[in-house]
């Protein structure tokens, strides 16, 4: 089945350094999301993505749909201790409804 | 508040019992979808609907599952005879075209 590679799998970066992420697929989707959840809570959509090649902005936070539509990657500028919590990628290819989701990235920051 | 609500939040249940999970997706949102997420791991898909259309049950681990959706609004998912690795975070997320899609808080089920 389709896979999403997910890494790193957890990083510790200190406070205003800026940290990156990335999701890699087997297969080709059509569309990237980029979700963050904190404990006890859902995840919470940061990011969509839906045309290759795009860039998109939210703040802090930046991610890119890659041009050969099988990888993204979602970069955060000037960390801060509310950043901490974990980072999902998600895609979802053309035939499929559901999304399919990487293993998260645990993002930890020191002040 | 508009968004996604689960009910119960936390439940502690029995090996051997059956549990009903329910979801309220956001008004006017035609997709639901139902995840599991066991301890720090990511999101495994279960059952999507859409619309009137059938749901793909293709993520159901077992026929102890079902899930229904009353009136194109409320989902509850069915855990039957529940086991000890049926222990996880369900969550429940809703979209308004099969795209983006929000979450629910999650409910926390405990099999002893």
């Known amino acids: 089945g389709q896979q999403l590679n997910q890494s790193p799998q957890s990083m510790f970066t200190q406070e205003g350094e800026d940290v990156s992420m990335n999701c890699t697929s087997s297969?080709?989707?059509?569309?990237w999301l980029w979700y963050k959840q904190e404990p006890g809570e859902g995840p919470v959509l940061l990011i969509a993505l839906y045309k290759a090649g795009e860039l998109t902005s939210n703040g802090r936070l930046t991610a890119q749909f890659g041009i050969t539509r099988k990888d993204s990657f979602l970069n955060i500028s000037a960390s801060i201790p509310s950043d901490v919590g974990i980072y999902f990628c998600a895609g979802r290819t053309r035939s499929q409804g559901n999304l399919i989701f990487g293993k998260g990235t645990k993002l930890s920051v020191k002040p | 508040g508009a968004g996604v609500s689960q009910s119960p939040s936390n439940k502690v249940t029995e090996k051997g019992k059956d549990v009903e999970l329910r979801c309220d997706p956001i008004?006017?949102?035609?997709?639901l979808y139902w995840y599991r997420q066991s301890l720090g791991q990511g999101l495994e898909f279960l059952i999507y609907?859409?619309?009137?259309?059938?749901?793909?049950k293709s993520g159901l681990p077992s026929d102890r599952f079902s899930a229904e959706r009353t009136g194109g609004s409320v989902s509850t998912l069915t855990i039957q005879r529940t086991q000890q690795e049926d222990s996880a975070v369900y969550l429940c997320?809703?979209?308004?075209?099969?795209?983006?899609?929000?979450f629910g808080p999650g409910t926390r089920l405990t099999v002893l």
């Open positions: 609907f859409q619309g009137n259309s059938a749901p793909d």
């Open positions: 997320a809703s979209s308004s075209a099969e795209d983006t899609q929000y």
């Open positions: 008004s006017g949102h035609t997709a």
């Open positions: 297969s080709i989707f059509n569309t």
